[in-house]
């Protein structure tokens, strides 16, 4: 599930066809409509953002993020927020772009854990990395291990550019 629209969103939905699963996209109703991407199975529009929020984590086992603006805040800090209240449980977030996230993580743990606005236990969800194998293998290994989930390894498709051609 993406916000389906062009650019990384295009490219999850098209790794999701790839891989035979299904792809959906999110929509937020805005001025300056974005068109769904050519890889989507099911295109949703919402009107309100919180909706779209709650039904991107509601059908979800896990969240990336990666660098953006006050939108992909405004759903990080909504998931954190359902995480630390006990909404949702053993739900992974990948922050993607260590050099992107971090000064955002030094506000958070040198202001708010401080301040003891949030306690430092609150961060554990998260893995920053720039690893996209560590990202799926950080979501695989909670949908594992906590929904029950199996993973089914499947025969690599052929890239369009392979490395040495």
Same mark, same amino acid.
């Given at each position: 599930?993406?916000?389906?629209?062009? !650019?990384?969103?295009?490219?999850?939905?098209? $790794?999701?066809?790839?891989? /035979? !699963?299904?792809?959906?996209?999110?929509?937020? *109703?805005?001025?300056?409509?974005?068109?769904?991407?050519?890889?989507?199975?099911?295109?949703?529009? +919402?009107?309100?953002? +919180?909706?779209?929020?709650?039904?991107?984590?509601?059908?979800?086992?896990?969240?990336?993020?990666?660098?953006?603006?006050? !939108?992909?805040? /405004?759903? =990080? &800090?909504? *998931?954190?927020?359902?995480?630390?209240? $006990?909404?949702?449980?053993?739900?992974?977030?990948?922050?993607?772009?260590?050099?992107?996230?971090?000064?955002?993580?030094?506000?958070?743990?040198?202001?708010? *854990?401080?301040?003891?606005?949030?306690?430092?236990? /609150?961060?554990?969800? =998260?893995?920053?990395? /720039?690893?996209?194998?560590?990202? *799926? $293998? +950080?979501?695989?290994?909670?949908?594992?291990?906590? &929904?029950?989930?199996?993973?089914?390894?499947?025969?690599?498709?052929?890239? =369009? +550019?392979?490395?040495?051609?």
């Amino acid at each position: 599930m993406t916000g389906g629209g062009p !650019g990384l969103m295009e490219a999850a939905n098209r $790794g999701a066809k790839e891989a /035979d !699963g299904v792809s959906i996209g999110c929509n937020i *109703v805005l001025p300056q409509e974005q068109k769904p991407n050519p890889y989507l199975d099911k295109w949703v529009e +919402f009107h309100y953002f +919180f909706v779209r929020k709650l039904m991107l984590v509601k059908y979800s086992y896990g969240f990336v993020a990666a660098p953006g603006g006050f !939108g992909t805040l /405004d759903e =990080l &800090f909504e *998931v954190a927020t359902l995480i630390q209240t $006990g909404k949702i449980k053993n739900f992974p977030v990948v922050l993607l772009g260590v050099e992107y996230w971090t000064p955002l993580l030094e506000f958070i743990r040198g202001s708010l *854990v401080m301040n003891a606005a949030i306690n430092p236990q /609150d961060l554990e969800h =998260l893995l920053v990395t /720039d690893s996209p194998a560590e990202a *799926v $293998g +950080f979501i695989q290994k909670s949908a594992t291990e906590h &929904f029950g989930l199996r993973y089914v390894p499947r025969r690599p498709r052929k890239l =369009l +550019f392979e490395s040495g051609v």
